[in-house]
C-alpha cells in the first residue's frame, strides 16, 4: 500500500476521499491477520495516550476501540458522562483541554449531539475519532459494514446494498450511504416513509417504501434498529406492525437471494426489524462485523497516530 495518510481527525465518512477510504481497508486487512496470530500485539502506538470519552451508552464500540488500543500497546484512559465533571457543569471544551493538558495523544468520542466532534477537533491538537454523534455520523461502523462486503463480495462497484429501518435516525445509515456511494455501489432505503424521507433521492440513492422491492435483487441488505430512544413522536403504529410490513422474518426472506449478506450494526431488536432464525442464520454476518470492527479500528488508530507523529 503506498498512500499519505495526512488527517489527525476522523469526523465523518463523508470528510474521507474513495482513496482514504481504500487506505483505511487496505490496513485493516493487515490488523485482521495480526488479530489472528497467536500473539495479538504490535508496539505501533507504545508511548501513545488514548481517551475513550463516550457521553453515551455503548458495547460494541466501546469495546472494540479499548481493545484495539490494547492490541497496539497504547496506554488506556477511559471517562464517561457519569462520574466526570460533565455532571458538574462543565463543558465539553472545557473537559477536551484538560484531557489535552494531560497529554493525551487521541480522544475517542461518542457523543448524543450532532458535530459535537467538529467542534472539538477545530480546538485541540489531539486527534479526535467520532464514535457516534446523535443521528449525524458513524464512522468506523460504516467502515467495518464496507470492509466486511468487500472480504465477502470483493469490489463494491455496482454492488446493490439495500438499507432497510429507522433511516431518519441512524447516523449508520448516513454514513454507510456516503462510504458505500463514493466506492461505487447502487445503494436503496427502504421503511415506512415517516423514518426514510424522500429527500434522500437528491444524493444519488433509491429511496422504496416496501420490502419486497428493496429485499429482490439485493446483493447485501443491511437492517437498522428501530431507535425508540430518539423517537418523540409515532412514526409508526406499533413495533407488532413495523414488524409486519418490514421485519425480514419468515414471510418476507424469500424475496433475499440465496447467496444476499444480512447485516446488522447491533444492537438488535430480535423479532423486530430482524427474526431471531435470520439473525443467527447462515446468511448473517453480524458477529463476523464485530469481530472486523477491531481490525478497523486498529487501522484508524495507527493511521492517525502515525499523521500525529510527522
Ligand atoms: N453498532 C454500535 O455502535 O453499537 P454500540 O452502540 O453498542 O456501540
Known amino acids: 500500500m503506498d498512500f499519505n495518510w495526512t488527517k489527525k481527525d476522523l469526523l465523518s ?3 474521507l476521499t474513495a482513496e482514504e477510504i481504500v487506505c483505511i481497508l487496505d490496513t485493516a486487512e493487515e490488523f485482521k491477520k495480526v488479530c489472528q496470530r497467536n500473539v495479538k500485539k504490535v508496539p505501533a502506538l507504545r508511548g501513545k495516550t488514548v481517551v475513550n470519552f463516550f457521553v453515551e451508552p455503548s458495547t460494541r464500540t466501546r469495546v472494540s476501540f479499548e481493545l484495539a488500543e490494547q492490541r497496539l500497546s497504547a496506554d488506556i484512559i477511559n471517562i464517561q458522562a457519569n462520574g466526570s465533571s460533565l455532571q458538574k457543569g462543565e463543558t465539553l471544551l472545557d473537559t477536551v483541554k484538560n484531557i489535552e493538558a494531560l497529554q493525551a495523544d487521541i480522544i475517542v468520542m461518542r457523543h448524543s449531539a450532532p458535530g459535537s466532534h467538529n467542534l472539538i477537533a477545530n480546538e485541540t491538537s489531539c486527534g479526535v475519532i467520532n464514535a457516534g454523534d446523535g443521528a449525524h455520523s458513524h464512522p468506523t461502523q460504516a467502515l467495518l459494514d464496507i470492509f466486511t462486503i468487500r472480504e465477502k463480495k470483493g469490489d463494491l462497484k455496482g454492488l446493490k446494498v439495500s438499507i432497510i429501518g429507522d433511516i431518519r435516525h441512524s447516523r449508520v445509515a448516513r454514513s454507510n450511504i456516503w462510504g458505500l456511494l463514493k466506492l461505487g455501489a447502487d445503494v436503496t432505503i427502504a421503511g415506512p416513509s415517516t423514518l426514510v424521507p424522500r429527500e434522500f433521492e437528491s444524493i444519488g440513492i433509491k429511496v422504496c417504501h416496501n420490502l419486497k ?10 437492517l437498522l434498529r428501530i431507535q425508540h430512544e ?21 414471510n418476507s426472506v424469500k424475496y433475499l437471494k440465496p447467496d444476499a449478506l444480512v447485516m446488522h450494526p447491533g444492537p438488535i431488536n430480535r423479532n423486530v426489524e430482524l427474526s431471531s432464525d435470520i439473525a443467527d442464520g447462515a446468511q448473517s454476518v453480524i458477529l463476523e462485523q464485530v469481530t472486523n470492527g477491531l481490525a478497523v479500528r486498529m487501522a484508524v488508530l495507527f493511521l492517525i497516530a502515525g499523521c500525529l507523529n510527522k
Open 13 to 15: 465518512i463523508y470528510d
Open 213 to 222: 422491492d428493496a429485499l429482490e435483487n439485493a446483493d447485501v441488505v443491511n
Open 230 to 250: 430518539r423517537q418523540n413522536a409515532g412514526y409508526f403504529p406499533s413495533t407488532d406492525e413495523y414488524a409486519k410490513i418490514f421485519g425480514l422474518n419468515h
